[in-house]
Nanobody, 118 residues
Framework: QVQLVESGGGLVQPGGSLRLSCATSGSIFSSNAMGWYRQAPGKKRELVAGSTRGGTTLYADSVKGRFTISRDNAKNTAYLQMNSLKPEDTAVYYC????????????WGQGTQVTVSS
C-alpha cells in the first residue's frame, strides 16, 4: 500500500507564497509521477503540476510562472512552491503519485486546504 503524507497549506493573503510537501512510501517503480491536483467548491478536480523522475514537468496554464514543482527522488518527496497566490487558487490540494505518466495518478494524499484571502 502506497501512502502519501502531505504538509503545508493554510491561509495566505493575495500575492503571498506557500510551499506544499508530499512524501510517499512508494518505491521508485510506483512513484514515477508525482504532483498535485486541486479542487475548489463546485468545480472539477484539475491538475496543477506534475513531474516524473526523469525531470519532465507539466503545469496548468493558470499557474505557469507562479508555481514550481520540484522533487527529491532520494527522499521520495515532491514540493510545490506557490508564489503570487490569487484568490482563485483557493482549493483543496491533493498530492498524488503513480507508476505511469503525470496525468494518470494512482495513489492520493489526504488533501490540504489552501485559502488565499485578505
Amino acid at each position: 500500500q502506497v501512502q502519501l503524507v502531505e504538509s503545508g497549506g493554510g491561509l495566505v493573503q493575495p500575492g503571498g507564497s506557500l510551499r506544499l510537501s508530499c512524501a510517499t512510501s512508494g518505491s521508485i517503480f510506483s512513484s514515477n509521477a508525482m504532483g498535485w491536483y486541486r479542487q475548489a467548491p463546485g468545480k472539477k478536480r484539475e491538475l496543477v503540476a506534475g513531474s516524473t523522475r526523469g525531470g519532465t514537468t507539466l503545469y496548468a496554464d493558470s499557474v505557469k510562472g507562479r508555481f514550481t514543482i520540484s522533487r527529491d527522488n532520494a527522499k521520495n518527496t515532491a514540493y510545490l512552491q506557490m508564489n503570487s497566490l490569487k484568490p482563485e487558487d483557493t482549493a483543496v490540494y491533493y498530492c498524488y503519485t503513480g507508476p505511469e505518466g503525470i496525468t494518470t495518478p494512482r495513489y492520493w494524499g489526504q488533501g490540504t486546504q489552501v485559502t488565499v484571502s485578505s
